[in-house]
């Protein structure tokens, strides 16, 4: 902390400024304390970001959405004025050192029990982040604070504004790149739009480097633009970690967002331990908070008018400390409480052990592992609750519930992993002619015959927001390749398709072009249709679109300048044919005389000899757009 200057103010709203604590893209930071004593970072605004009538009303919506956050597992709003000349928020100050200092300078990698209880700590954090409208998109070790009470996300949602601004777009704004470089997302470093998910892969970069005190995708050090390369493109360097924590942490490591789990679902995994840091840790943190203390008391004074002039302190122009000149933290007043503290905490640490689990079915050897619990003075191993999928159910599923297996106009696929009771271990997407969904089914039962799925979430909507979640599902086995599936009075019979990452079949994978009518086009060199396939999984934009064409007059006269469209579609399932959702533009290479398509469904056939791609719309009969490999 640094003592305040003549330019900085004596108080913003109701606090008293004690300290500056920094400078940041969005505006100074200063350490101050209400009337009651709390202490709270107040973050100003810079002048420049004040006038911008569109800063303002997005730094209104992120203080807003921050205060429904409520302070769980976060440092809580305690006051803010969107409004004022320099509009500021005032944030509760975590007496806690960054795990970014713990691991990296103090203690080193941490054991894989407290690497679980943060982990737990964490998720439940961004559950609160995400049901308020969030997304961190910056969280790495820097921003993680460890307290006794459990680890604390700091530094969000206001960067969120700034970068949108900086970016000329919206909230999630594609194409804006936002976060750290060794602790972003694939979908961060592509620009793309991000979501929760995003979060998850961050925490799971952050678990890592808690494990091994290593980032996974290596650091700037080794170039920005190598370290987010290998982020998009390469598996984590997850060397030296430990083989109990490797489940959770490749589950949230997940290229694909559909595939990595939720906030909620690693809540409901990982339970709450207590204590949760090893007592060297835990004596670091009292060590860090008498010396808080020790400098909030040699600020103390400041809530007192301010003492002759010539004075100097911590305080700047918000007055001194006392008559001393000696910076804040020099005198030795307030330590003795906060160290009794840390003993008494080392204490009881020393009589507890930290509960933690596996995470179930993403990879653990045998599907399970140990918990530790006190018992007898020791501790005593317990498992999670086994899978209860039966072999046979696992995998993927797909079939057509509207239409048929050649002229589909519905579809869904469900794809099983192993889990207990109540997990959500079914990813199921379901495509009509106007919008595809991606969510996750609750498992309710599983005999050898039938499994149930129950209540579910939904992870992708396009567009956006046009979901529902499923209803109950049951899965009747008829063979090891077909079930029936059922939900109300809907039926069908769903046949088992490849599961994984590279589900495209090869056939499609390229670049095909659709050639000019000359009759019906002309000036045919300006007239461009191609369709690029990609490999990778179900729910992943695997399909481009780049059309371009002369636009027109009304008297269908050709003008000088071309219509240019691109856009990208998800697919839906891979089986007979290739199913995708409707098409989301490119706001790169997007007129506004472009037209957005619906659900389509992908074919390869052979004509004289050579294959062709035709692709049909999902709501009504037609004839496809045909093309050839470019």
Same mark, same amino acid.
């Given at each position: 902390?640094?003592?305040?200057?003549?330019?900085?103010?004596?108080?913003? +709203?109701?606090?008293?400024?004690?300290?500056?604590?920094?400078?940041?893209?969005?505006?100074?930071?200063?350490?101050?304390?209400?009337?009651?004593?709390?202490?709270?970072?107040?973050?100003?605004?810079?002048?420049?970001?004040?006038?911008?009538?569109?800063?303002?009303?997005?730094?209104?919506?992120?203080?807003?959405?921050?205060?429904?956050?409520?302070?769980?597992?976060?440092?809580?709003?305690?006051?803010?004025?969107?409004?004022?000349?320099?509009?500021?928020?005032?944030?509760?100050?975590?007496?806690?050192?960054?795990?970014?200092?713990?691991?990296?300078?103090?203690?080193?990698?941490?054991?894989?029990?407290?690497?679980?209880?943060?982990?737990?700590?964490?998720?439940?954090?961004?559950?609160?982040?995400?049901?308020?409208? /969030?997304?961190?998109?910056?969280?790495?070790?820097?921003?993680?604070?460890?307290?006794?009470?459990?680890?604390?996300?700091?530094?969000? +949602?206001?960067?969120?504004?700034?970068?949108?601004?900086?970016?000329?777009?919206?909230?999630?704004?594609?194409?804006?790149? !936002?976060?750290?470089?060794?602790?972003?997302?694939?979908?961060?470093?592509?620009?793309?739009?991000?979501?929760?998910?995003?979060?998850?892969?961050?925490?799971?970069?952050?678990?890592?480097?808690?494990?091994?005190?290593?980032?996974?995708?290596?650091?700037?050090?080794?170039?920005?633009?190598?370290?987010?390369?290998?982020?998009?493109?390469?598996?984590?360097?997850?060397?030296?970690?430990?083989?109990?924590?490797?489940?959770?942490?490749?589950?949230?490591?997940?290229?694909?967002?559909?595939?990595?789990?939720?906030?909620?679902?690693? !809540?409901?995994?990982?339970? !709450?331990?207590?204590?949760?840091?090893?007592?060297?840790?835990?004596?670091?943190?009292?060590?860090?908070?008498?010396?808080?203390?020790?400098?909030?008391?040699?600020?103390?004074?400041?809530?007192?008018?301010?003492?002759?002039?010539?004075?100097?302190?911590?305080?700047?122009?918000?007055?001194?400390?006392?008559?001393?000149?000696?910076?804040?933290?020099?005198?030795?007043?307030?330590? *003795?409480?906060?160290?009794?503290?840390?003993?008494?905490?080392?204490?009881?640490?020393?009589?507890?052990?930290?509960?933690?689990?596996?995470?179930? +079915?993403?990879?653990?050897?045998?599907?399970?592992?140990?918990?530790?619990?006190?018992?007898?003075?020791?501790?005593?191993?317990?498992?999670?609750?086994?899978?209860?999928?039966?072999?046979?159910?696992?995998?993927?599923?797909?079939?057509?519930?509207?239409?048929?297996?050649?002229?589909?106009?519905?579809?869904?696929?469900?794809?099983?992993?192993?889990?207990?009771?109540?997990?959500?271990?079914?990813?199921?997407?379901?495509?009509?002619?106007?919008?595809?969904?991606?969510?996750?089914?609750?498992?309710?039962?599983?005999?050898?015959?039938?499994?149930? /799925?129950?209540?579910?979430?939904?992870?992708? &909507?396009?567009?956006?927001?046009?979901?529902?979640?499923?209803?109950?599902?049951?899965?009747?086995?008829?063979?090891?390749?077909?079930?029936?599936? +059922? &939900?109300?009075?809907?039926?069908?019979?769903?046949? *088992?398709?490849?599961?994984?990452?590279?589900?495209?079949?090869?056939?499609?994978?390229?670049?095909?072009?659709?050639?000019?009518?000359?009759?019906?086009?002309?000036?045919?060199?300006?007239? &461009?249709?191609?369709?690029?396939?990609?490999?990778?999984?179900?729910?992943?934009?695997?399909?481009?679109?780049?059309?371009?064409?002369?636009?027109?007059?009304?008297?269908?006269? /050709?003008?000088?300048?071309?219509?240019?469209?691109?856009?990208?579609?998800?697919?839906?399932?891979?089986?007979?044919?290739?199913?995708?959702?409707?098409?989301?533009?490119?706001?790169?290479?997007?007129?506004?005389?472009?037209?957005?398509?619906?659900?389509?469904?992908?074919?390869?056939?052979?004509?004289?000899?050579?294959?062709?791609?035709?692709?049909?719309?999902?709501?009504?009969?037609?004839?496809?757009?045909?093309?050839?490999?470019?």
């Amino acid at each position: 902390m640094e003592s305040l200057n003549a330019e900085d103010p004596v108080s913003v +709203g109701p606090f008293r400024l004690i300290g500056r604590l920094g400078v940041g893209g969005m505006g100074r930071v200063f350490l101050a304390r209400s009337a009651g004593g709390r202490t709270v970072a107040v973050k100003v605004v810079h002048a420049e970001l004040a006038a911008q009538d569109e800063f303002r009303r997005r730094f209104a919506r992120e203080v807003a959405a921050l205060e429904r956050v409520g302070g769980t597992g976060t440092a809580p709003v305690l006051g803010s004025d969107t409004t004022a000349d320099s509009p500021w928020v005032a944030i509760g100050y975590v007496a806690g050192p960054s795990l970014r200092t713990v691991v990296g300078d103090e203690f080193g990698p941490l054991p894989p029990a407290t690497v679980r209880a943060l982990a737990s700590g964490l998720a439940r954090a961004l559950d609160h982040i995400h049901a308020a409208g /969030l997304v961190h998109r910056d969280l790495k070790p820097g921003n993680v604070l460890l307290t006794v009470d459990g680890p604390r996300i700091i530094d969000f +949602g206001i960067a969120r504004a700034v970068d949108s601004v900086a970016d000329g777009g919206n909230l999630t704004t594609t194409g804006a790149v !936002v976060g750290s470089p060794g602790f972003m997302s694939p979908e961060q470093v592509r620009g793309d739009q991000v979501s929760p998910a995003s979060d998850i892969f961050c925490l799971g970069s952050v678990l890592a480097y808690a494990a091994t005190g290593r980032a996974p995708f290596g650091t700037a050090d080794s170039g920005v633009h190598a370290t987010m390369f290998r982020i998009a493109h390469d598996e984590p360097d997850l060397t030296d970690l430990p083989p109990e924590l490797s489940g959770l942490i490749r589950a949230c490591l997940a290229k694909d967002p559909a595939a990595r789990p939720t906030a909620t679902e690693i !809540v409901e995994t990982l339970p !709450v331990a207590d204590p949760w840091l090893p007592a060297d840790v835990l004596a670091r943190l009292g060590r860090h908070a008498a010396r808080l203390l020790e400098a909030e008391g040699s600020a103390r004074t400041a809530d007192t008018p301010p003492p002759p002039t010539g004075a100097t302190g911590t305080t700047g122009t918000a007055g001194t400390a006392g008559t001393s000149s000696a910076p804040a933290a020099a005198p030795r007043r307030r330590g *003795r409480t906060a160290l009794i503290a840390a003993v008494t905490a080392l204490a009881v640490a020393a009589a507890a052990g930290v509960a933690y689990t596996y995470w179930p +079915g993403r990879g653990d050897a045998g599907g399970g592992g140990t918990a530790g619990g006190r018992k007898n003075g020791g501790t005593t191993a317990t498992r999670p609750a086994p899978g209860i999928v039966p072999a046979a159910f696992l995998g993927a599923w797909e079939g057509v519930l509207k239409g048929s297996a050649d002229v589909p106009y519905e579809t869904s696929r469900i794809e099983i992993t192993q889990g207990p009771a109540g997990s959500r271990s079914a990813v199921y997407t379901h495509v009509t002619g106007e919008r595809l969904c991606i969510g996750r089914a609750t498992l309710i039962s599983a005999t050898d015959g039938e499994l149930v /799925l129950g209540e579910a979430e939904i992870t992708a &909507s396009v567009p956006a927001q046009r979901c529902t979640p499923a209803a109950r599902q049951t899965l009747t086995l008829r063979s090891t390749d077909v079930v029936e599936w +059922g &939900s109300g009075v809907a039926k069908s019979t769903f046949r *088992r398709v490849k599961a994984g990452t590279d589900v495209v079949p090869a056939a499609y994978v390229g670049t095909w072009k659709q050639a000019p009518d000359t009759v019906l086009q002309p000036q045919p060199d300006r007239w &461009s249709y191609r369709v690029t396939v990609t490999q990778g999984p179900v729910g992943a934009p695997l399909v481009r679109f780049e059309q371009s064409y002369p636009r027109m007059d009304d008297q269908g006269n /050709l003008l000088a300048d071309d219509i240019d469209c691109a856009s990208t579609a998800l697919v839906g399932s891979a089986g007979s044919l290739l199913v995708i959702g409707p098409e989301t533009r490119d706001p790169d290479t997007w007129d506004p005389d472009c037209a957005e398509n619906g659900s389509s469904n992908l074919r390869i056939v052979k004509y004289k000899g050579k294959e062709r791609l035709q692709i049909y719309g999902m709501t009504a009969d037609g004839e496809p757009g045909e093309f050839v490999r470019d």
